[in-house]
């Protein structure tokens, strides 16, 4: 008999996605033009919840309680550009992490629906 693990299950669970969000914010505050967004921010505080958001994105148990992604970045003039540069860095720490294709690719999935509720200027979009 075959029982299929969640993708949650797959990377190893909350300590491993704990692992990757660290390595996440390294890279996040080493980038120059990401830093300003972070000044002041309780990094421990936004960590937990992006833990948790994270582990639910990839069917984990716990229930993310932190504020709506809308609500969260309100405010910032998160630009298009910027948004691409957080989802780049995290996509390479889960890379690094030796995630699979199928399981990156739900996270591209993930940031492409959630893009509009986090950046104030949407990228032009020929349609
Ligand atoms: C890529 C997708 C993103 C996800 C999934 C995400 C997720 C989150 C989460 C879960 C929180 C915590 C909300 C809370 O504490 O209630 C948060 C806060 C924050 N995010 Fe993001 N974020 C993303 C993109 C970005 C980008 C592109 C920037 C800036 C360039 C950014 C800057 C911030 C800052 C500064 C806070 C702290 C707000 C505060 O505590 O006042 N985020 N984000």
Redesign the pocket.
């Known amino acids: 008999m075959t029982t299929s693990l969640s993708y949650y299950e797959q990377v190893g669970g909350a300590p491993a996605v704990r692992t990757v969000v660290d390595g996440f914010y390294v890279r996040v505050l080493d980038d120059a033009d990401?830093r300003p967004?972070?000044a002041g921010?309780?990094m421990p505080?936004?960590k937990r919840?992006?833990v948790v958001?994270l582990c639910s994105v990839l069917g984990g148990p716990e229930p993310y309680e932190?504020?709506d992604?809308a609500e969260?970045?309100r405010g910032?003039g998160?630009t298009a550009e910027?948004?691409a540069k957080?989802?780049e860095h995290?996509l390479s720490v889960l890379r690094e992490a030796g995630v699979g294709d199928e399981i990156l690719q739900h996270v591209v999935l993930t940031?492409n629906k959630?893009e509009s509720s986090?950046v104030a200027e949407p990228a032009e979009t020929a349609d």
């Open positions: 990401l967004y972070f921010v309780d505080r936004l919840h992006m958001l932190g504020r992604l969260a970045h910032m998160i910027h948004y957080v989802g995290l940031l959630v986090i």
